[in-house]
């Protein structure tokens, strides 16, 4: 399953390269990396129930914390009472599904029992299950992911520091490479050498070319030359990293909008996705993160990483509820393979089921 990308990326659709002009700007002397090595055998596509075992394993911290809760507050029960309900708010509570998300969940469970409509302590979990299912769906989803008529796709990666933006990045090239595409990374925090020599690991290590520059320069201009670079080299997608200094610093959210300005100028209708990546472990800050970059870049997407090493994974459902963004990808590891499409289904799926 390669998800949305996939659809809407257009695979398989030619570019017919068009009269090669003058370059204005010769690529970053770095811009050639590497030279695409033959093609890897595409792997043996994962069954759907290896990739829901994968998700379970990552999501594994985070299952236990909720569910140990949950079947302790169930151990026993044969009856739902007052006490069962305010137990099971005070346990959902502290899982970081957001209070106003468990307070609206267990309105609806009090609602639900007066009136009968729910037998037992099972149905009561059911309902749990059902009703985050729901909110995680209700998240009203953008307009559909328009492809650029012609041109490549561009994603502008967002996020504050050590937040895996760049990993991310990384394991998100190597799906759209897989998926048959040419993908150009391009190294726009400048900040710390060791950021754009990342960067460059992670293009030798899937195969794609990584535009960048020496540190400290200018961040717009080295998405504006990359962009330069691709003109006319049949890029399908572009994916830009980009620092991630204290996001509570006016003078980043200056720079990433200069930075989008930048490539809106010279790539009409891109960026095409802004994509703000969160870390699942740092919880509720994750949520205030979420607001202050929408604020500042108009976010059109989020991935949330780290998933796999925290029993925070509740965050997911509180971020839905907050914005009406689509989560697009989760991390679940550090390797290249673990990010995965967001389902809600699957989510819910590997989180309440042994
Ligand atoms: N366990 C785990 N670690 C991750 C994940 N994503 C990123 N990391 C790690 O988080 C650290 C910071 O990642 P990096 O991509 O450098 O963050 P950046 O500063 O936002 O670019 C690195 O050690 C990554 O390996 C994930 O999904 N799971
Ligand atoms: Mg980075």
Request: with cysteine; charged share 25%.
């Amino acid at each position: 399953m390669l998800g949305w990308f996939k659809k809407k990326i257009g695979l398989g659709a030619d570019s017919k390269p068009e009269p090669q002009p003058q370059a204005e700007v010769s690529p970053a002397p770095e811009a050639a990396l590497s030279e695409l090595p033959p093609p890897v055998p595409e792997p043996a596509p994962e069954t759907q129930a290896g990739l829901l075992q994968r998700l379970k394993s990552g999501l594994a911290k985070t299952r236990s914390a909720l569910l140990d809760k949950v079947d302790r507050v169930f151990h026993g029960k044969k009856v739902i009472d007052a006490d069962l309900l305010d137990e099971l708010e005070e346990a959902l509570v502290t899982s970081d599904l957001g209070v106003r998300t468990v307070h609206e969940l267990l309105d609806e469970a009090r609602a639900q029992v007066s009136r009968q409509e729910l037998a037992d302590p099972e149905a009561l979990r059911r309902f749990l299950k059902a009703r985050m299912l729901d909110f995680l769906r209700q998240v009203e989803r953008p307009a559909e992911l328009v492809l650029p008529d012609s041109g490549p796709f561009v994603i502008l990666v967002l996020g504050v520091n050590g937040v895996g933006k760049t990993t991310t990045i990384g394991k998100l090239a190597h799906k759209f490479k897989q998926a048959g595409n040419k993908v150009l990374l391009v190294a726009a925090d400048t900040f710390r050498a060791a950021a754009i020599d990342q960067l460059k690991v992670w293009g030798e290590r899937i195969g794609v070319e990584v535009s960048a520059q020496q540190q400290g320069a200018d961040p717009s201009s080295v998405a504006f030359d990359a962009l330069e670079y691709a003109k006319n080299r049949n890029f399908n997608v572009i994916i830009i990293d980009t620092a991630g200094r204290l996001h509570t610093k006016v003078n980043l959210m200056e720079e990433l909008r200069k930075i989008k300005r930048v490539i809106a100028k010279k790539c009409p209708g891109a960026p095409h996705e802004v994509m703000l990546v969160l870390d699942a472990t740092t919880g509720q800050n994750a949520v205030s993160q979420a607001r202050q970059f929408h604020q500042a870049a108009g976010l059109t997407g989020l991935a949330l990483t780290k998933l796999d090493g925290t029993a925070k994974g509740g965050i997911v459902v509180n971020i839905s509820r907050e914005f009406n963004l689509p989560i697009r990808f989760i991390g679940v590891g550090e390797k290249m393979d673990d990010l995965r499409d967001f389902d809600p289904a699957e989510f819910v799926e590997a989180i309440f089921s042994a």
